[in-house]
């Protein structure tokens, strides 16, 4: 487990098999691992298909009672546990961004159209049967030792990933279009400028520190990203700094002042401030109104 101080567990699969960066299992049972019972974050993506039975599921501020066949998606940082005390099997998929094929990394730039919607119900036999084949073939091909495995299993990802897009019901028809016809250059700053935040949205909060990094002019990283996202780069970075500091007051058990500080705000009061601006409320109605929902 991978913690650096954090409020919230992050769990990271190089934790588990060092210099990993694909791992696939099963479970299966009646009861949930206690691991996955408390509240954590995964540091990769976690795809799982929930092949028979049910689970609750709780990510960032939702619940999900998912019933089989489904996969649930789970991209890195997002807050989540599972419980349910009724018999549930499963595979899991867990991957990091090194180990996807580039092609894949651009077909899927617009993660959110994947990862967002969070359960992606199987409809029909047809769906049902290419989800379960790739899981299979990468679920041998992981736990035998031949030649080439590595690569078998990028391509192989990169198959089931593309397949589990096809499950997707993206509402945002105009950002899968200016995704689609992104040249590779533009792909891959808007894939950095996303990673970069996630990694430095604490510390960074002004769209001249991430055009730095990524050697481009802000006037030219604002046009690029409202062009896809239909959103500022400076509404992309807010919005992340909102998400986590929501994440914070539900999961956690840490005051508002306390919180500000770890999201490097100078002052609880600033941050009273801007988090109202971005949401119609305080931190204490929020916190106090989304445990309500749940609790």
């Known amino acids: 487990m991978k913690n650096n101080q954090a409020l919230i567990p992050v769990y990271d699969m190089a934790a588990c098999i060092p210099g990993t960066n694909?791992?696939?299992?099963?479970?299966?049972?009646?009861?949930?691992?206690?691991?996955?019972?408390?509240?954590?974050r995964h540091a990769d993506y976690k795809i799982s298909f929930l092949q028979e039975g049910e689970v609750t599921h709780y990510t960032d501020f939702e619940k999900y009672t998912i019933k089989a066949p489904a996969l649930l998606m789970?991209?890195?940082?997002?807050?989540?546990?599972?419980?349910?005390?009724?018999?549930?099997?499963?595979m899991h998929v867990s991957f990091n961004k090194e180990f996807l094929l580039t092609e894949t990394q651009g077909v899927l730039a617009?993660?959110?159209?994947?990862?967002?919607?969070?359960?992606?119900?199987?409809?029909?036999?047809?769906?049902?049967?290419?989800?379960?084949?790739?899981?299979?073939?990468?679920?041998?091909?992981f736990k035998d030792d031949k030649p080439q495995k590595g690569l078998i299993l990028k391509n192989l990802l990169n198959a089931f990933i593309i397949c589990a897009g096809r499950l997707v019901n993206c509402k945002n028809e105009t950002v899968v279009h200016n995704?689609?016809?992104?040249?590779?250059?533009?792909?891959?700053?808007?894939?950095?400028?996303?990673?970069?935040?996630?990694?430095?949205?604490?510390?960074?909060?002004?769209?001249?520190?991430?055009?730095?990094?990524?050697?481009?002019?802000?006037?030219?990283?604002?046009?690029?990203?409202?062009?896809?996202?239909?959103?500022?780069?400076?509404?992309?970075?807010?919005?992340?700094?909102?998400?986590?500091?929501?994440?914070?007051?539900?999961?956690?058990?840490?005051?508002?002042?306390?919180?500000?500080?770890?999201?490097?705000?100078?002052?609880?009061?600033?941050?009273?401030?801007?988090?109202?601006?971005?949401t119609g409320n305080t931190p204490a109605l929020f916190q106090r109104q989304i445990r309500e929902k749940y609790n």
């Open 22 to 40: 694909f791992i696939i299992k099963r479970t299966e049972g009646n009861s949930v691992p206690s691991y996955m019972a408390i509240p954590h």
């Open 74 to 90: 789970l991209a890195p940082d997002q807050v989540h546990q599972q419980t349910g005390n009724s018999y549930y099997k499963m």
């Open 110 to 141: 617009c993660w959110e159209c994947m990862f967002s919607q969070v359960v992606l119900p199987v409809m029909n036999t047809e769906q049902l049967q290419e989800i379960s084949v790739y899981l299979e073939l990468m679920y041998q091909e």
């Open 179 to 278: 995704v689609v016809n992104m040249d590779y250059s533009q792909n891959r700053i808007v894939r950095q400028f996303k990673s970069l935040i996630d990694e430095n949205f604490v510390n960074a909060t002004q769209v001249t520190q991430y055009a730095d990094m990524l050697y481009v002019t802000p006037g030219h990283l604002n046009d690029l990203i409202k062009t896809v996202t239909g959103k500022t780069a400076k509404q992309i970075i807010d919005e992340r700094r909102i998400l986590e500091a929501k994440r914070l007051l539900f999961w956690g058990e840490h005051s508002v002042k306390e919180i500000a500080g770890r999201l490097n705000f100078e002052d609880d009061a600033y941050f009273n401030r801007f988090f109202k601006k971005h």
